[in-house]
């Protein structure tokens, strides 16, 4: 799918259709010190096999897609629902 790396949409905090600069969604770094992270680290350490198990195979052939949309006026943020797609190609 190819997607327009500018639209016009509504922007709740403008209350108005404005320009909104569009981007791909990328998860962040994951944190070390978040309680869960140190909770799967205790289960990890020591002896005794995996404490989940680990996925083999993947049924999928396609991820959803994230659209962050930014307001070009007042720099607000919002998400477009993800559609699952093989490519998204953003196009000037």
Do not use: D, W
Not at 34 to 51: D, T
Request: proline share 4%.
């Amino acid at each position: 799918m190819r997607a327009p790396n500018v639209m016009r949409v509504h922007c709740p905090k403008c209350h108005t259709h404005t320009e909104h600069a569009v981007s791909l969604y990328k998860k962040g770094r994951e944190r070390s010190l978040a309680i869960g992270r140190r909770r799967y680290n205790r289960k990890l350490a020591g002896y005794g096999s995996q404490p989940k198990p680990e996925q083999k195979k993947f049924s999928k052939t396609t991820k959803k897609q994230t659209l962050v949309l930014k307001c070009k006026k007042c720099g607000y943020t919002l998400m477009r629902k993800g559609v699952r797609l093989k490519k998204l190609e953003i196009v000037s």
